[in-house]
């Protein structure tokens, strides 16, 4: 079974930083796409992502500020948010795809304090 277990949300005051982790659990072979999405009132949204051969995409609303890295050898994915925004509080996922599969954590809070 695959898990994958997140960590590094919290709370933190508008301008800081703050980093996420995800790393698979679980018997698993290398993941093809990794990356991180949240919610927050609206609907979930991609935040980054990565795939196994380092190509990323970013939502406009964090590029310059957020930076994802990965290990393909551990399956592990991090985000690093700097510059934080309270815009940017949300539920924070992380995902890990394999052909068709899907696999999402349990979700760790971010809020950003004004």
């Known amino acids: 079974q695959v898990q994958l277990v997140e960590s590094g949300g919290g709370l933190v005051q508008a301008g800081g930083s703050l980093r996420l982790s995800c790393a698979v659990v679980?018997?698993?072979?290398?993941?093809?796409?990794m990356g991180w999405y949240r919610q927050g009132p609206g609907q979930r949204e991609l935040v980054a992502d990565m795939?196994?051969?380092?190509?990323?995409n970013y939502a406009d609303s964090v590029k310059g500020r957020f930076t994802i890295s990965r290990d393909n050898a551990k399956n592990a994915v991090d985000l690093q948010m700097n510059s934080l925004k309270p815009e940017d509080t949300a539920v924070y996922y992380c995902?890990?795809?394999?052909?068709?599969?899907?696999?999402w954590g349990q979700g760790t809070q971010v809020t950003v304090s004004s």
């Open positions: 995902k890990a795809a394999r052909g068709p599969l899907n696999y």
């Open positions: 679980g018997r698993t072979s290398s993941m093809d796409r």
């Open positions: 795939s196994s051969g380092g190509n990323t």
